[in-house]
């Protein structure tokens, strides 16, 4: 075959070098419009699995590389005049020109023909070519000229960065936040030769405008950031070498996506490679790593197809999938680590204690949890630990004793005091007549608070009969329902150490439907009653229209929920939710898509939020001052034109101002169109915004499933309690069960059930060595 890589890049290069080593025949050539050793930028990080493929691939560049790199095991972060460090991260650094370099003569060695200072201006100048790399990088020019093709999906991100070196050297993986009188920079620092290492600093927009950053120039920005971070540069220059770019050198990171990989155009297939076809933010720096994967599994399709010509078209194709899964896989960790560094000023820096702001930190991406933080630095995450227990009240006796992690440390609001922070989320079993608590509902609670939860929920409980979502809910409207909340309450009070929450709610629109199993949302054939919302739109297309609520309405509704308060209170619940969220009643207001009101209560944020803060405010004037409430919202409706989790922050600081304890971050069922995008904790940053942006405590909730994800986000800060739904259905013990997965033996169990944990114990860790 006839191969021509345009862009002499880590992608181009290490394609050409591959396919020659493979297949000698191949005629390779890479054209590069630069000098040989004429490049921008200064270090690149890889991964250790990055360096094992191409370890296999080609062990004589590897080795090259090999010594060439800086390895180093260390974060360290400086913040707010604390210097913290961790250990056993794993990184290898090496300069982006001594890795061209390397692989330049790695070509040469192999027979690859080096174009250099020759400017592609399109794939037709290669009519002879069987197949043409469109190496040439996130500015893509091939790319451009099929864009239609190409469908390339583009983002800019609002942060500016500049990529500066220094030849103070850093031992650690370095970050280093300094706040200006315009907001917050960082520096991201990396030693990746004897004499250099990388300073990226990175700002917002804001601070960016504010400073007039866009009109310095480049010796001026190089200044201005050596002012900045002239404690950690202790004397120090900065240095720059992107002279090839014009101006201020400030630039913005834009994310890339392509919609297809590889074209035919007419003489040769035509394919993107590297950062010609997607992008990863520097933030865990994956460009090259991402432009090498590329050219390998490239190459191994080739191989394994023989390196035939007529094979060309279904091999793209097949890199074109694979790849396709991985580099969305390293783009979703890219841009949480990213969109950290976009709002760690405004979000993290001024609320949370250094300790906390270094775990939030690591754990940036999402891809490194409690328990590889473990792995990674067992003495580290252990004195964090310490510290967060130590915060919660329960100092450890000394510094051997292994340390309850943050998710069963006890939390207090109020005069309310969890014994730890495993929340049983509110769950509707439709197995109410009349709205009355029965047998099941005490067997069904009674087994969860036996659990371990600290905090155990009553489903959506319903407060007058026409509040109902189906004929099967609970309800709290008269005296014989007090009496049948009391026995569960009183039960798990008297056998368990978990507090007790009632979740009030109106179902409103969707009200009126049969029990989930006999179709969940659709419309009762017999026996339903008129409906009532914030505006008379129906669910579904074939549901009920409900009544627009008029002033006589919201008064009997107010009055049915402070009923339903005094009844719970008398009742003996600990903690009161008011359900805001799944499109019932009060959500109805929340939402666009469901308020279409002309009045006081609807159009503004103030306005759709006027009635649900009016029930609020009213039963909170008769709930107990030393009881909590929460307030569980949707803070997004998944749908165009619907509440997206910037309205549930306005939102939450309205509940707030109003007296709301704490914030239940639940999302979506507002609309029939929605579409949630699903996944591991996937409400959970809606709980993190709210949280440390609005400043009020949370509840996280959604596919959080293991006491992994739990310790991660209560460590991290990103909510204060976890809510676990469908684990529980499954395991009424989940919280002690996951105590014990990870070889928590302290945490009681019901001691008529203790020599169920003991065996349970030994099993696990029977399995644990069977599978070392
Ligand atoms: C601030 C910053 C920090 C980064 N840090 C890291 C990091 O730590 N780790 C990491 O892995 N990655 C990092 N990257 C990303 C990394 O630089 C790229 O992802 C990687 O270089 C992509 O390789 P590539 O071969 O696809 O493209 P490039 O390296 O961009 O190579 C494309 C080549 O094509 C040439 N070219 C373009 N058009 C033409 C044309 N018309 N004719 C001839 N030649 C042409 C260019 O001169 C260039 O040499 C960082 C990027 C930035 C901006
Ligand atoms: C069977 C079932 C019933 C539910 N009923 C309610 C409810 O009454 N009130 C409520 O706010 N959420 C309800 N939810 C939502 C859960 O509280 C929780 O937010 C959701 O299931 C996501 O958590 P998970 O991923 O741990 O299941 C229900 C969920 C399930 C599975």
Sequence with gaps: MRIVCVGGGPAGLYFGLLMKRLHPAHHITVVERNRPYDTFGWGVVFSDATMDAMQRWDPDSAAEIQ???????????????????????????????????????????LGVELLFEQEVDSDLDFPDADLIIASDGFNSRIRARYADHFQPDMVVRPNRYIWLGTNKLFDAFTFDFRKTE?????????????????????????????????????????????????????????????????????????????????????????????????????????????????????????????????????????????????????????????????????????????????????????????????????????????????????????????????MFTPYSLRGVTLPNRIVVSPMAVYSATDGMPNDFHLVHLGARAMGGAGLVFGEMTCVSPDARITPGCLGLWNQAQADGWR???????????????????????????????????????????????????????HSAVPRAMD???????????????????????????????????????????????????????????????????????????????????????????????????????????????????????????????????????FSDLIRNEVGIPTIAVGAISEADHANSIISAGRADLCAVARPHLADPAWALHEAAKIGLTSIPWPKQYFAGKQQYETNLARAADTAK
Excluded at 81 to 94: E, P
Excluded at 281 to 297: M, N, V
Excluded at 508 to 518: C, E, L, N, S
Excluded at 633 to 646: A, Q
Aim: aromatic residues 10%.
């Design 487 to 541: 026995r569960i309450i009183d039960f798990v009070h008297a056998n368990t150490a978990a507090k007790f929450g009632i979740q009030l709610g109106h179902a409103g629109r969707k009200g009126a439907t049969k029990v989930a199993w006999d179709g969940i949302d659709q419309p009762l054939e017999a026996g339903d009653w008129p409906l009532i919302s914030a505006s008379a739109l129906p669910y579904l297309r």
């Design 551 to 685: 002033r006589a309405d919201m008064d009997r509704v107010t009055g049915d929920f402070i009923r339903a308060a005094e009844l719970a209170a008398a009742a003996g619940a600990d903690w009161l939710e008011l359900h805001c969220a799944h499109g019932y009643l009060l959500s109805s207001f929340l939402s666009p898509l469901t308020n279409q009101r002309t009045d006081a209560y609807g159009g503004s944020h103030a306005n759709r939020a006027r009635y649900p803060l009016e029930v609020f405010h009213a039963i909170r004037a008769v709930w107990p001052a030393d009881r909590p409430i929460s307030v569980r919202l949707s803070c997004h409706d998944w749908t165009e034109g619907g509440n997206t989790p910037d309205d549930a922050a306005i939102y939450a600081a309205m509940f707030k101002e109003a007296g709301a304890d704490l914030i239940d971050c639940s999302s979506g069922q507002v609309s029939k169109e929605e579409k949630p995008v699903y996944g591991r904790l996937f409400q959970t940053p």
């Design 182 to 406: 315009h907001g917050w920079f960082q520096a991201h620092i990396y030693k990746f030769d004897a004499e250099t290492s990388t300073f990226i600093v990175e700002t917002t927009e804001e601070a960016y405008a504010a400073h007039r950053l866009g009109e310095l120039d480049q010796a001026q920005s190089v200044a201005f950031c050596e002012r900045v971070f002239a404690e950690v540069l202790g004397g120090a220059s900065l240095m720059t070498n992107a002279r090839h770019l014009r101006g201020s050198a400030w630039l913005n990171f834009t994310r890339l996506i392509c919609g297809r990989w590889s074209t035919f155009n007419g003489r040769s297939h035509v394919v993107l490679m590297g950062d010609a076809a997607h992008t990863a933010h520097f933030a865990i720096g994956a460009g090259t790593k991402l432009a090498i994967d590329d050219a390998i599994e490239l190459a191994r399709q080739f191989d394994a197809a023989g390196h035939r010509r007529d094979a060309i078209a279904d091999v793209l194709v097949r890199y074109e999938e694979i790849r396709r899964v991985d580099v969305a896989r390293i783009q979703n960790a890219a841009r949480n680590a990213m969109e950290w560094f976009e709002v760690v000023g405004r979000r993290y820096a001024d609320t949370l204690a250094p300790e906390q702001f270094m775990y939030s930190m690591l754990t940036r991406s999402q891809r490194i949890s409690h328990e590889n933080l473990r792995l990674r630095d067992r003495a580290w995450l252990e004195g964090y630990e310490r510290w967060f227990a130590t915060r919660a009240g329960i100092a450890p006796r000394n510094t051997t004793d292994r340390c309850l992690p943050p």
């Design 67 to 109: 010594t060439a790199f800086n390895h180093w095991d260390d974060i360290e972060v400086f913040f707010k005049g604390t210097r913290q460090r961790t250990s056993g991260h794993g990184f290898v650094g090496i300069g982006r020109r001594k890795l061209l370099n390397i692989l330049q003569r790695r070509c040469e060695a």
